[in-house]
């Protein structure tokens, strides 16, 4: 039992570059979240879905975007990467999205952008 | 903005000793949530509290919250090597029912 599965595990880009940050869960969750880390910030949430077909922004969404490919995926786009953008990003997904539903996280990608 | 913010920032302790870390929120809760990170790894869910409950245990680990100084504990006894992590709270109850994290507590058991 997978969890939930990230890719890539690393990333190095130049400003400017897009990218597509890849996340599946095969827990049959409805809801799904990506999060990026900061040392010392916690984790902030950039955006989430609460079921399919629905996206809505959290506290950082500025320069991404998402897309829930389907009930599995939720995939997190960077247009055009700044240096701002490094961090580690976390995808997670939890059964629905109210109040006291535990979250499980993939392991992560750390993102550097030079 | 961080809702929730853990202390210490830093925790280091021989094994076999107790580890306390505190979580201190700003607005009214649903849940508190405490969640564990292993080096370079993700988020693992550890516990849940309600707003209505004042202490649970688990294991090792106990929690408490006290609403009323919107503060909660995270105690784990008889600490082992393998309990050196990060330890986060997370809480709910803002208008979207979004899980805010705090920025941890870095725990560290030498053996």
């Known amino acids: 039992n997978a969890g939930v599965t990230q890719t890539p595990k690393f990333q190095v880009l130049k400003t400017g570059q897009s990218m597509t940050l890849q996340c599946a869960q095969d827990m049959n969750h409805n809801s799904m979240y990506w999060y990026r880390q900061d040392p010392g910030m916690g984790l902030r949430l950039i955006y989430y879905s609460a079921s399919e077909g629905t996206t809505d922004k959290g506290e950082v969404p500025n320069g991404y975007n998402v897309s829930r490919l389907n009930k599995r995926e939720f995939s997190l786009r960077l247009e055009s990467a700044a240096p701002s953008q490094t961090s580690v990003y976390f995808c997670?997904?939890?059964?629905?999205?109210?109040?006291?539903?535990?979250?499980?996280f993939g392991s992560g990608t750390q993102l550097s952008v030079l | 903005s961080q809702q929730g913010e853990e202390d210490p920032q830093a925790l280091s302790i021989q094994e076999g000793e107790n580890a306390t870390m505190n979580c201190s929120y700003k607005?009214?809760?649903?849940?508190l949530q405490w969640y564990r990170q292993n080096s370079g790894r993700g988020l693992v869910h550890l516990i849940l509290?309600?707003?209505?409950?004042r202490e649970k245990h688990s294991g090792r680990l106990r929690v408490t919250l006290d609403t009323s100084k919107k503060s909660s504990s995270l105690l784990i006894t008889a600490s082992r090597a393998a309990d050196t992590a990060s330890y986060f709270c997370?809480?709910?109850?803002?208008?979207?029912?979004?899980?805010?994290f705090g920025g941890g507590t870095r725990l560290m058991v030498k053996p």
């Open positions: 607005t009214s809760i649903n849940n």
């Open positions: 997370a809480t709910d109850g803002n208008a979207g029912n979004m899980l805010t």
């Open positions: 997670a997904s939890s059964a629905n999205r109210v109040p006291g539903e535990k979250l499980f």
């Open positions: 509290i309600r707003s209505n409950e």
